[in-house]
């Protein structure tokens, strides 16, 4: 799963790292968001093939198929696409093989329930602390009447690598996309050759992860705080210091 992540990187750097075509015409000024969540309009970076260049946009986070009528009544879970079911689902097929996107972002947080009640946080991230890009699928709602329409995603989940496993005892993470395979992730695949290859758990030797504070499991909260390791815990900070 991936239902809350953090960007602290603003456009210019976004740009730099992820590099980015001329931005001058993109009236866009972000500032961080430390508890990105499901509904919420957030950076997606895609392929322009026109222009042949990567290009920033601003789209919904959560994947509005074309039978979705309206938005706030649509109760299908569509935040993340299982990677298992991108070539079987009407749903996800099309976009798996031609609108593909990167989601820049900085850390991720999963979830370790312990019961009902009670979930314990944990971010993750890289061990150089550089941003990274979680794999995604977009495409362009329009309400039924054609009054109203927006680009819309959905993170990708893969099975989860050992660090994410024994964190949070999760059977699934989000897709974390290498450098090296940016390109062939945002330009659209023949239908024959899908980048099924690339649907695999990130390497956990790259990774850090530690325990937050449960602040972050409330949306309403959003603020650099959130990224701190919970005082006096420090045996519960993996990946940090190899």
């Not at 075509?21 to 997606?44: C, H, I, K, R, W």
């Not at 290859?197 to 972050?216: C, G, H, Y």
Request: charged share 30%.
């Amino acid at each position: 799963m991936c239902g809350r992540y953090q960007r602290r990187s603003d456009k210019q750097r976004i740009a730099e790292a992820f590099r980015l075509g001329n931005l001058d015409g993109l009236f866009l000024e972000l500032v961080p968001d430390y508890n990105a969540s499901p509904g919420t309009m957030q950076p997606v970076i895609v392929w322009d093939a026109g222009e042949s260049m990567r290009t920033l946009q601003m789209m919904y986070w959560k994947f509005l198929p074309t039978f979705c009528v309206n938005p706030k009544k649509f109760k299908l879970s569509t935040t993340n696409a299982n990677a298992d079911k991108l070539l079987e689902s009407g749903m996800w097929k099309d976009s798996f093989l031609r609108r593909r996107c990167l989601i820049p972002v900085d850390n991720f947080i999963e979830w370790d329930r312990k019961s009902s009640k009670t979930k314990l946080p944990w971010m993750f991230a890289m061990k150089d602390d550089e941003p990274f890009a979680l794999g995604g699928l977009w495409r362009h709602w329009r309400s039924p009447d054609g009054d109203a329409g927006m680009d819309t995603f959905a993170v990708v989940t893969v099975e989860p690598n050992e660090l994410l496993e024994q964190t949070t005892h999760h059977d699934r993470m989000p897709l974390i996309v290498k450098r090296a395979d940016w390109q062939r992730w945002l330009e659209p695949s023949q239908e024959e050759r899908p980048p099924i290859d690339l649907l695999r758990p990130f390497d956990s030797e790259q990774m850090k992860a530690w325990r937050v504070n449960t602040r972050i499991n409330s949306v309403k909260n959003n603020d650099a705080m959130l990224s701190g390791p919970v005082k006096g815990d420090d045996v519960e900070q993996l990946g940090m210091f190899g």
